[in-house]
């Protein structure tokens, strides 16, 4: 048994938490929001975020950053992206040499093109950071639906701690150490889903869906190759498996937001529908930049761009996809003949 920390009670902080009770860990639930943590100890349920599923009553709950990080074998990070770096700073005294932090936000910093696990590490030099992410959704995960995740570290020993503290018979973990796939398609299939929800919102159907998860992919590939992840990951749990699930899935909070964009809601409007935390929102820009550092074509992330910041309708983006210069699928695939 280990004791662990989970800084962020958000759904997925929350569903982990169970998933870590279940295996027998002692954990502590941490949150800057004071009455969210007055409602997890007083009903032993996120009633906002993830109704239905109950909270045993071995988890504390704490608005204490010491007493959720002293002491820790290992802390969660789930905060959401925009507040991973001043967490992380206001955390960093009370963390020991070696601690390892496991990041399971998705996302990229705006301002710097970091991401999360490279946050992190900067702001917590000391501790060992590894990444845990893949296709799920806390409302599955935390009722115990068999689900399949990736942990991910510099390290074969880190990755395999990680794999030990979360996997159970209905939440399989594997590992792998490229750090740099999973994070990056992790965090742009956030902005992908947005495409796919203004698809829906618009009244498209299956074929519109396809196309945008498979150029989707095409897009995320190509530029995490560029910063050198490996075909390998982009092409498992962590990339389209994530893609899929973000892009389809009625949890989806991604796919929502995109939805009601679709239907004519201003993205302030749909994030505000919701109620949760759009993180491709925030990621869209950020993809934007490293896709100018690496010169990298994402033409479906750049038309999400226009439309959550430009203003421009999602009827005419999609417009603009369809009526692009003729291209070949593959332009590596070689033809028997030109004639």
């Not at 935390?142 to 689900?147: A, D, E, L, Q, S």
């Not at 594997?174 to 956030?190: C, F, H, Q, R």
């Not at 203004?198 to 074929?207: F, I, K, Q, S």
């Amino acid at each position: 048994m280990a004791k662990i920390g989970v800084i962020g009670a958000g759904s997925w902080g929350t569903a982990l938490a169970v998933v870590l009770e279940k295996n027998g860990h002692q954990v502590t639930v941490w949150s800057a929001v004071a009455s969210e943590i007055e409602m997890l100890k007083k009903h032993r349920e996120h009633v906002d975020k993830l109704p239905g599923v109950m909270l045993a009553d071995t988890i504390q709950f704490t608005t204490d950053k010491k007493e959720a990080v002293s002491g820790m074998e290992a802390l969660v990070f789930a905060v959401p992206s925009m507040y991973v770096r001043n967490t992380a700073r206001e955390i960093a005294p009370y963390a020991v040499k070696d601690q390892l932090i496991i990041s399971v936000a998705k996302g990229i910093e705006e301002d710097t093109l970091m991401t999360l696990s490279q946050i992190i590490r900067q702001e917590i030099p000391q501790a060992v950071i590894a990444v845990l992410c893949g296709p799920s959704h806390a409302e599955e995960a935390g009722r115990g639906m068999p689900t399949a995740l990736v942990a991910g570290a510099r390290s074969r020993k880190t990755a395999e701690q990680v794999q030990h503290y979360f996997m159970n018979e209905a939440f399989r973990v594997y590992t792998s150490p490229d750090v740099t796939g999973m994070e990056i398609g992790a965090s742009l299939k956030n902005v992908i889903a947005l495409a796919a929800g203004m698809a829906d919102g618009l009244g498209y159907g299956d074929n519109t869906k396809a196309a945008l998860i498979t150029r989707g992919i095409n897009e995320i590939d190509r530029l995490a190759l560029a910063m050198g992840a490996k075909y390998e990951t982009l092409n498992g749990l962590t990339g389209i498996g994530d893609l899929i699930v973000t892009c389809a899935s009625r949890h989806s909070r991604n796919r929502r937001a995109g939805m009601l964009i679709g239907q004519g809601k201003t993205m302030k409007e749909a994030m505000d529908e919701v109620k949760m935390v759009v993180e491709g929102v925030y990621c869209a820009k950020a993809a934007m930049g490293l896709s100018r550092k690496y010169g990298v074509s994402l033409p479906i992330i750049e038309q999400v761009n226009a439309v959550l910041f430009e203003d421009k309708p999602a009827k005419e983006a999609v417009f603009e996809l369809m009526t692009r210069d003729k291209k070949a699928e593959n332009d590596e695939l070689d033809w028997e003949s030109d004639s």
